[in-house]
């Protein structure tokens, strides 16, 4: 029996992953910023499901909610920063508020709860963190660009994580799944902004007519993600990147091969800038 911390546990990925972890029998902190609905949800599974309550931009709330699993189940195996928010419009088009509150959130909020839960695991000499991340945190998209660099910062922040981590034998997982049947596009994830320029109607402004009629049809299937998100929490040897879906792979599969066409078309410039060895440093 391990112990899990789920943030954003009410609905979506969280939830289907605290069903499926109560189901194999394992304890499991399911915060939200409404514990009434976690209990609600879970009520089935009596004492091994704690409903917290948890902001995660309020960094104090953050840290009673370790301790409050701490002190109810005596560790913290598995953590699981999914709470999230998207904001949908051109970089441009998109208010400093609308920019700031997605950063709080994805980015502020998530290292706010891993700092709450580290110096747990770090006593244990063990853990698992599984950070999601997106499709868009290798790729970005027009009318995603506020969220997907978001998601950027949560895999160049994970990857040093996992280097800092690892000889304490903590270990972190990027989660990378691409477009699944959860409520994300639906207004209670993902603002869509207000102003709309022109000039962007072929592109970001292509995306956000789309999005109503991609709404619970993607291809991911939330329960099949939310096991293969238990494998990996459970595995020996996991990777520290994990791609959830195939439009997700097949992404990943475009990015490298463009990167790899690129760096060779210009790899002339790049070895141009080192230092002469035999000449002066000029």
């Given at each position: 029996m391990i112990t899990w911390f789920i943030t954003g546990a009410a609905r979506g990925f969280g939830l289907e992953l605290a069903r499926q972890a109560l189901e194999r029998g394992d304890r499991v902190v399911a915060t939200a910023r409404n514990p009434r609905d976690v209990e609600q949800a879970l009520?089935?599974?009596?004492?091994?499901v704690?409903?917290?309550?948890l902001d995660v931009t309020d960094e104090a709330q953050a840290r009673a909610a370790a301790d409050a699993a701490v002190y109810a189940f005596g560790r913290i195996d598995v953590l699981v920063n999914n709470a999230g928010?998207?904001?949908?419009?051109?970089?441009?088009?998109?208010?400093d508020a609308a920019f700031?509150?997605?950063?709080?959130?994805?980015?502020f909020g998530l290292a706010n709860v891993t700092r709450a839960v580290l110096p747990v695991m770090r006593r244990q000499r063990s853990g698992r963190i599984l950070n999601l991340s997106s499709i868009g945190g290798f790729r970005g998209a027009p009318g995603f660009g506020v969220y997907c660099s978001t998601k950027f910062a949560v895999e160049g922040l994970s990857e040093a994580l996992h280097g800092e981590l690892a000889p304490l034998g903590i270990h972190v997982v990027i989660v990378e799944p691409g477009y699944f049947r959860t409520d994300f596009l639906d207004a209670s994830s993902l603002h869509t902004e207000g102003r709309v320029i022109d000039d962007y109607a072929a592109t970001a402004g292509a995306v956000r007519d789309a999005v109503p009629g991609l709404n619970h049809g993607q291809p991911g299937d939330p329960v099949k993600g939310a096991r293969a998100m238990i494998e990996l929490a459970v595995s020996d040897h996991p990777p520290m990147r994990a791609q959830l879906g195939s439009d997700c792979a097949a992404a990943m599969d475009g990015?490298?091969?463009?990167?790899r066409k690129e760096t060779d078309a210009w790899r002339a410039l790049a070895?141009?800038?080192?230092h002469d060895a035999t000449g002066s440093a000029a």
């Amino acid at each position: 029996m391990i112990t899990w911390f789920i943030t954003g546990a009410a609905r979506g990925f969280g939830l289907e992953l605290a069903r499926q972890a109560l189901e194999r029998g394992d304890r499991v902190v399911a915060t939200a910023r409404n514990p009434r609905d976690v209990e609600q949800a879970l009520s089935a599974y009596g004492e091994r499901v704690l409903a917290v309550a948890l902001d995660v931009t309020d960094e104090a709330q953050a840290r009673a909610a370790a301790d409050a699993a701490v002190y109810a189940f005596g560790r913290i195996d598995v953590l699981v920063n999914n709470a999230g928010r998207g904001v949908l419009g051109a970089v441009e088009e998109t208010s400093d508020a609308a920019f700031r509150a997605v950063y709080e959130t994805n980015v502020f909020g998530l290292a706010n709860v891993t700092r709450a839960v580290l110096p747990v695991m770090r006593r244990q000499r063990s853990g698992r963190i599984l950070n999601l991340s997106s499709i868009g945190g290798f790729r970005g998209a027009p009318g995603f660009g506020v969220y997907c660099s978001t998601k950027f910062a949560v895999e160049g922040l994970s990857e040093a994580l996992h280097g800092e981590l690892a000889p304490l034998g903590i270990h972190v997982v990027i989660v990378e799944p691409g477009y699944f049947r959860t409520d994300f596009l639906d207004a209670s994830s993902l603002h869509t902004e207000g102003r709309v320029i022109d000039d962007y109607a072929a592109t970001a402004g292509a995306v956000r007519d789309a999005v109503p009629g991609l709404n619970h049809g993607q291809p991911g299937d939330p329960v099949k993600g939310a096991r293969a998100m238990i494998e990996l929490a459970v595995s020996d040897h996991p990777p520290m990147r994990a791609q959830l879906g195939s439009d997700c792979a097949a992404a990943m599969d475009g990015k490298i091969a463009e990167l790899r066409k690129e760096t060779d078309a210009w790899r002339a410039l790049a070895l141009s800038t080192d230092h002469d060895a035999t000449g002066s440093a000029a």
